[in-house]
Every structure is written in C-alpha cells, then in structure tokens.
C-alpha cells in the first residue's frame, strides 16, 4: 500500500527532525555552558559498595554522590586532566599531561546499600546523614609521587577544601612544616656543567636513538634531551648552549624532531607512546625557543641561530601543518594540543617565514574551536587558546 509506505516516511522524517533538533539543543547548551545546571559528570545513584574489600586509601565523604561528583569534576578541569565519564557507573577516566591514568569510583557510604564496613576506608568526616565513597585508582605505570598529588587534590576537592592546584595539594601531600629536600652547596660547588663538545655528543647519540623502530627508544631518547634543555633542571648556561646546538640544527637533529613528531601525530588515537612522544617533541621545541627567547631579553643580544632563514624552511613548512592538526584535535588530546599552540606563540613572533605559512592555514578556526571547548572541559586549553589569539592578533595575522 503506497499510503502507509508514505506515511512511514514521513514518520521517519518527523523522528529524525525530532532528534536532530535535540542533540542540536544539547550542543548549543553545553556549550554555552547551560546544561540545565549541572556538570560534566551527573551521579544521581552511587555504586553500591562490593562485598569486597575496596582499594587502600578509599575515603568516605559526608555528602551526596551528586554533590561529590560536581566538586570532583570542577577539580578536574581545574587541574586540566583529560577526563571521560560514565555517570551511570559512577565513575571517571582521567589522564594528566605527564600520562598518570588513573579511575575514580563512586560508592554508596554508609547509610546507602547495607552499610557494610570497610577496613580500607578512611573515615576522615564524622557521618551526619549521606554519604558517599572515593575510590581512587592508578591504571598504569605513570609516575607513582605524581598521582598521589593528584590524588589528594581530588580528596580535598571532593569535600570541598578547594585545594585544587598542584602547589596546594603538594603541599597537604607533604604537611605543612615539611621541607623539600635540597642539592647542599658544597655539592653544587662541585658541579661542572658539560662542554660544549660534551653536548655534541650528547646530541648526536640521540640523533641515532631518533631512528629506531622501538617507541621507547625514542621515548629515552627524547626524556634525555628534554631534561638537558629544561631551564629549571640545569644550569642556563647548558639548557641556553643545548638549544643553540638544536635550534641550530646541529647533526640536522632539530628536523628530526620536527619529522619524528609529524610522524607519530596520527597514531596518537592507538597509541599512548604516539602521544609521550609528540609532547615530548614538542616540549623540547619550545624549551630551546623560551631558553634562547630568555637569553636574548636579558643580555639583550642574539642568544642563538635564528629559524627565519633559508635553511629552515624545511623543518617550518614541515611542522607547521602537523601543529594545525594537533591544535584541531583538541577535543581527543588536550595535552597535546596545549603544547602545539605554545610552539605556534614561538614561531610566530620569532619568524617571519612561519608567520607567511601561518597565514595560509585554517589554524585560527581551530584555536577558536579549543577556547570554547576548554572553557567547559580543560583549564590550561582555554588558557593556551586565549593567548594564542592575543599573539596572532599581535603579529598582524589574518588567518582564513
């Protein structure tokens, strides 16, 4: 019959009217940041605790699991940690920018699901009515010191202490009279920075490691070489000489940077090594560009090779493009991104060649699109995007 087989299309019609209309709905009012009110992360039922024992350290917070979630996802895009959430499970995915995956639980405490005791549980909060249990848990092996900061700032989040930057929650880690512990002077005095030719051979064993077919060859390979040009880990004077070297292009070590970054920034959805290393390429990019930019504003002279010449128009017009991709997949790797906009800032207010290859990119698009998305889910994204703008702006690019 033709009549039903119209009106069956048109119910089709009407339904997928109806559906569009309402993740359209949805859309504009997360971002704007008006969804009905609540977060992220919306727990109406906690898990209901297990007839086993929870994981060391779970702590009971005097507070409903909904209030507990909207305090813990607050924290989390605070602190700018990638975060995915199951807010039926009750539970939460977070990865930090020095890769620490870890997983949060909501448990219903003790007055929810029996309120069978738990020898693990800290009850740090005397009861007063509902309650809910956090369970916090590392899933791989990222730094161990690393995620018990992270931890505790969620703790303090979760009931409400608002210790939410790495300083404070570092801090409560240690206790309030504790000091850090120091190199002793008569240690430092005997420290001797290396050589230059001490740093050349530094640099061209990395660039051998650069090549292998092993992640984590290259992982070491590059942790080495950004611990060399970290400002605050060496002396200046070696971070300064080693970013000359590489922004020099020395043993053409700076395009294998570049390369091996280009490389792995596809593969970062399958894997995490992908992902260490293009943060990795990247940090040490903008190490030796913030060294020499340092340098060169304090001694007011020229601290290092310039990346406007001939000579680097391979390694810009090779990067450039590759940072427009990382920037535009803001939404899957946050870190990533960050990192690619603050290489951007660099080049683009130290080299006239990078400015023309920028002006030919959607990147702008792709910035705007990072702002609004870290205004709702990463801190340090918002932050990166909105000074990204002001440095484009700045340099007179009109980006397409």
Not at 264 to 282: Q, R
Not at 305 to 317: A, L, P, V
Request: proline residues 2%.
């Amino acid at each position: 019959d033709t009549s039903w087989v119209n009106k069956k299309k048109i119910i089709k019609i009407q339904y997928s009217h109806k559906i569009m209309a309402y993740y359209n709905s949805n859309a504009t009012a997360k971002v704007l940041g008006q969804t009905n009110g609540h977060g992220r992360w919306t727990v109406s039922v906690p898990k209901a605790k297990p007839i086993y024992n929870l994981e060391k350290g779970t702590v009971e917070i005097n507070a409903a699991a909904a209030e507990v979630a909207a305090r813990i996802d607050d924290c989390l895009r605070k602190r700018s940690v990638e975060a995915k959430f199951d807010s039926g499970c009750a539970e939460a995915f977070c990865k930090t920018s020095s890769m620490v995956n870890y997983r949060i639980s909501l448990y219903a405490g003790r007055s929810g699901f029996g309120g069978r005791s738990n020898r693990n549980i800290d009850n740090e909060e005397k009861s007063t009515g509902a309650s809910t249990l956090v369970e916090i848990i590392k899933t791989n092996k990222g730094c161990g010191y690393s995620f018990q900061i992270e931890r505790r700032a969620i703790i303090n989040a979760a009931k409400g202490l608002e210790s939410v930057t790495e300083a404070d929650a570092e801090s409560s880690l240690m206790g309030t009279n504790a000091k850090m512990m120091t190199i002793p002077p008569d240690l430092l005095d005997l420290y001797t920075p290396p050589t230059g030719r001490e740093i050349e051979d530094t640099l061209t064993r990395v660039t051998d490691q650069l090549h292998s077919r092993h992640d984590n060859a290259v992982i070491f390979a590059l942790q080495n070489v950004h611990s060399i040009t970290t400002l605050d880990q060496y002396s200046s004077e070696t971070a300064v000489l080693a970013s000359k070297y590489i922004i020099g292009n020395y043993n053409c070590i700076r395009d294998i940077i570049a390369a091996v970054f280009t490389g792995h920034i596809g593969n970062m959805k399958d894997s995490e090594n992908s992902e260490t290393i293009c943060n990795l390429s990247l940090s040490i990019l903008i190490n030796c560009m913030q060294a020499l930019s340092s340098k060169r504003k304090n001694n007011n002279d020229d601290a290092g090779n310039s990346i406007d010449d001939y000579e680097s128009r391979y390694f810009i017009e090779m990067l450039i493009p590759s940072l427009g991709v990382a920037v535009a997949n803001y939404n899957k790797h946050a870190h990533t991104a960050c990192l690619a906009m603050k290489c951007l800032c660099f080049m683009a207010t130290s080299s006239s060649l990078a400015r023309t290859t920028i002006e030919g990119t959607n990147i702008r698009s792709a910035v705007e699109g990072a702002k609004v998305y870290g205004s709702i889910e990463h801190l340090r994204l918002e932050q990166e995007a909105n000074d990204t703008m002001r440095t484009l702006q700045s340099q007179l690019i009109t980006v397409a």
